[in-house]
């Protein structure tokens, strides 16, 4: 009798012991989901994964695909989130989809490049300055005087805000239209426009290049722009 209660007393300390280690183990998985610190929508452009992992969600707990079983694959963007990892570093995240849907996740964006046609950039780039050329003669003039203010420290808020200004600060009706398709095409585009100019857009024939680092700089793409308006 007593080696039998002695047997219960024990299966009753290691299911106890269990279900206390099991509520630890959860309690510790939980803490290592990432937090969310901002969200944004992003433009829907085209992508390569280079290596790393898509995630179900922002919290990073759970790998659906591995980027390395994809190398031809386009992915398109569709929002971002800055995130605070388990490690209490932050980092930017991508949500994306291949062309039918069924391949998407979260994937930190140093994994992905960007893919830009070299002809649409040139198509867009033409629209822009097409724009520029057809405002009134103050406005194009205002226009012009921005992108003269923009240096090697300029990011592309700093050119949208300045843009910003000038719509807000005028009532030529046309104008404003302008101005925000203006506006418009250099917040989806910049990136991509700033990096052309800098590496010099005539000299790139490739139909379609990839780029790994864009970044939020516009003094190429000012300048480029001076270049080419009338």
Do not use: C
């Not at 630890?24 to 433009?43: D, R, W």
């Not at 930190?108 to 490049?113: R, Y």
């Not at 250099?186 to 290049?209: A, C, H, M, R």
């Amino acid at each position: 009798m007593k080696h039998i209660i002695a047997k219960l007393w024990v299966l009753g300390l290691a299911v106890l012991f269990g279900i206390g280690l099991s509520q630890s183990n959860t309690v510790s998985a939980k803490s290592t989901a990432a937090k969310v610190v901002s969200t944004q929508s992003l433009t829907k452009a085209p992508y390569r994964a280079v290596s790393g992992y898509l995630y179900s969600s922002t919290t990073l707990q759970k790998k659906v695909h591995n980027a390395d079983n994809y190398p031809l694959t386009t992915f398109y963007t569709y929002k971002s989130a800055t995130l605070q990892r388990a490690n209490g570093n932050k980092a930017v995240y991508y949500y994306v989809k291949n062309g039918n849907g069924k391949v998407k996740g979260w994937i930190w964006s140093g994994h992905l490049v960007r893919l830009i046609n070299i002809n649409q950039q040139r198509k867009q780039l033409n629209q822009i300055i097409g724009l520029i050329d057809t405002l009134s003669t103050d406005n194009k003039n205002n226009v012009i005087s921005i992108l003269k203010l923009m240096d090697k420290q300029s990011t592309l808020p700093d050119l949208l805000t300045q843009l910003t200004n000038l719509k807000n600060s005028i009532t030529n009706n046309p104008d404003i239209i302008k101005l925000n398709q203006i506006f418009e095409m250099i917040k989806s585009d910049g990136q991509t426009l700033n990096y052309l100019f800098s590496e010099g857009i005539n000299k790139l024939y490739p139909k379609v290049v990839a780029i790994h680092n864009l970044n939020n700089q516009v003094f190429a793409l000012a300048q480029g722009l001076l270049d080419r308006i009338n």
